[in-house]
């Protein structure tokens, strides 16, 4: 069973979070309007996640550059670093198999569609966050 702010989680539910690429382990878990998560102890108190409390994915909007192709605005902060750029899908497909095939016993999520979608741009926060999330990934310098 998965609970998520004291609400179960069905796997209708479950199944759409995975497909966004936020994985789904059973037990009890929180989630503030910011998106730091962890889970929560014997007590339901919060048990921070340092990493959660520091990595923070946002992709607050897109935008068409000279080629006309449709680019989505990054900003990752990890801790006092921040990174800030423009990426198009097939530049997040290029991440996606580089990752895959550099890191082979890690299963990382499904990258999501390029569909044009707030829902998509959710999926896309959370299939990052997912993948660095790992040391490896985050200090990989390819």
């Not at 069905?10 to 503030?32: A, Q, R």
């Not at 340092?50 to 990054?74: A, C, G, M, T």
């Not at 016993?105 to 999330?133: H, M």
Request: overall charge positive; charged content about 25%; proline content about 5%.
């Amino acid at each position: 069973m998965v609970t998520i702010n004291g609400r179960i989680i069905n796997e209708t539910e479950i199944k759409y979070l995975e497909y966004m690429g936020i994985p789904c382990s059973k037990g009890k878990w929180w989630i503030d309007g910011n998106g730091k998560a962890g889970r929560l102890n014997k007590n339901n108190k919060p048990i921070l996640s340092s990493l959660s409390e520091r990595l923070i994915i946002k992709i607050p909007e897109k935008r068409r550059n000279d080629k006309n192709q449709l680019e989505y605005h990054i900003n990752i902060t990890l801790g006092e670093l921040n990174w800030d750029s423009y990426a198009t899908h097939a530049a997040f497909r290029k991440f996606h198999k580089l990752v895959k095939k550099k890191f082979p016993g890690i299963k990382f999520p499904k990258l999501p569609t390029p569909i044009v979608s707030s829902s998509n741009i959710l999926a896309l926060e959370g299939y990052l966050k997912t993948v660095l999330q790992y040391n490896s990934v985050r200090n990989c310098q390819e």
